[in-house]
Every structure is written in C-alpha cells, then in structure tokens.
C-alpha cells in the first residue's frame, strides 16, 4: 500500500463532538496512489489502487475498510437501512452493494456508511445517544436533483420512521461541494427548485444573465430546517469543489473521469 503521502481527511467541528460517532471526508491528494487518492471504483478509474486508497483513508480516520457499505447512486431520494449484516457490502471491488438509492442510515455498530462525490454534495446526520439510546448515523449524497428531491428530508424520515428520530436533536454536516460561484444552471434546475421553494427560492438561486447561480449548501440547509434541524445544529464546510480543485474532485471542473472523494461515517470509533 502506498506510504509515501500522509492522508489527512476533513473533520466536521460539529460532529466530532457527537460521542460514539466517527466521521471522514477523504480528498483528491496529488500523488497519492495512482489517481490523487481516488476511491470510486466506476471505469476508467483503477479498481485496484481505489480499494488501497479506501482502506488508507480509512486507517487515517480509525476505520475499517472490510466494513464499508456502499449504494448504488442514482441522483434520487432514496434511502437504506444498514444493518450490522450490511458491513462489507459493496466495500471490495466487485462485491454486492446494498441497492440503488443516495442515502444510507444505521443504528449498528459496524458498518462504515461511504457515498461518494464529485461535486454534489455530502450531507452527514447524527442522532445523538439519549435516554439509553444508541446513536443513529447517516449520510446522504445531495446533487441538484437530489436536492429538490429533497433526500436530506426523507434521510430524516426514514430516521423518524425506523429509529424514532426527533429532528431537533440531529446534527447536521454539510461538506464540500460545488459553490454557487461556480455552480451556474438552466432552466432545468431553476424551475426544479422554485418549484420546491416557492417564494423562499431566493435562499438557494440568483440570476446570472439569462440563467441563475445555485447553491446546494443553502438548499439543502433550508430544506434541513423546514424539517425541524435547528439552524444551530447545521454546519456547512464552505468548500467550493471546483475552486479548491487541488484538493478536490470536481466534475464541472476535471471533466466525467475525475476521481471521487468519499464521505464516510460510523457509530464507534
């Protein structure tokens, strides 16, 4: 495995306070392993050095890479539940993933929950322990059409429904990610998003010329809090993927075959 680069993931303030609870963001690092510290597995990215990246990754933030759970990722709402069975799936190259869908939950210790990222954006929840409880975890990977699909809100849902999650007692990181500096959309997406805002549109969208400016952070975080996630209990990393592109992957700013980062998350640690 590669040793000569020391790994250093991001950490959300907020969430490595939350006892119980291990979190990561990894980064794109030139010249560690082959591909700048790539874990996405999806051609034309090498399967081989991806798995090394992953379990250096996870070293570095006291994981266990054998205990990764992946999805399918598909720009929707959907969300799965792990259960300590689930550690592993979709760790390996080859190995089965846990479905199609861009949210993970779990109330087990063991599994990591891992989705991967390019630009969209990384939201990770925890439920803290209370009232002798465990905690529950998740994280939910929020492109713009994850985002006016609102898959920050039904993550909590799925939460709320299996686990009995209040949302004013969950903490909320959202991480790196396009910024509306850079993040210039259509119509499309324009209308997409006024269409879940209404007259609240402005929090996340601005003109640009004859198009508009989007800001996932903001809109996620408004949809975080029409949910019940106090304002207090969000952070948001302030990173702009294609800006800091030296420490990120960014599609709009690399191109499709740009690696992934990964945002990792577990109860232990």
Partial sequence: MTTAYAAAPL????????????????????????????????????????????????????????????????????????????????????SAQIGHGDALVTNAAGPVLLTLHADCQPVLFVDPARNGHGPVVAVAHAGWRGTVADVAGNTLAIMRQRFGTRAADVHVYLGPAIGPCCYVVGAEVAAAWQDVAGSDAAVALAAHGDRHRFSLSAGNAWLLAQAGVLPAHIECSGVCTRCQGEQWFSHRGQGPHTGRFGAMIAIGG
Avoid at 19 to 38: E, F, Q, S, W, Y
Avoid at 42 to 54: F, G, H, L, V, Y
């Fill in 11 to 94: 950490h959300s303030a907020l969430l490595t306070e939350m006892p119980g609870v291990c979190h990561a963001i990894t980064r794109k690092m030139a010249g560690l392993g082959r591909a700048d510290g790539n874990i996405g597995f999806s051609a034309p990215r090498d399967r081989a050095d991806a798995w090394e990246m992953r379990q250096r990754w996870c070293a570095t933030a006291g994981l266990n890479a054998e205990q990764l759970v992946t999805l399918g990722q598909v720009h929707g709402r959907v969300a799965h539940v792990a259960r300590a069975w689930h550690a592993g799936w979709g760790a390996r190259p080859g």
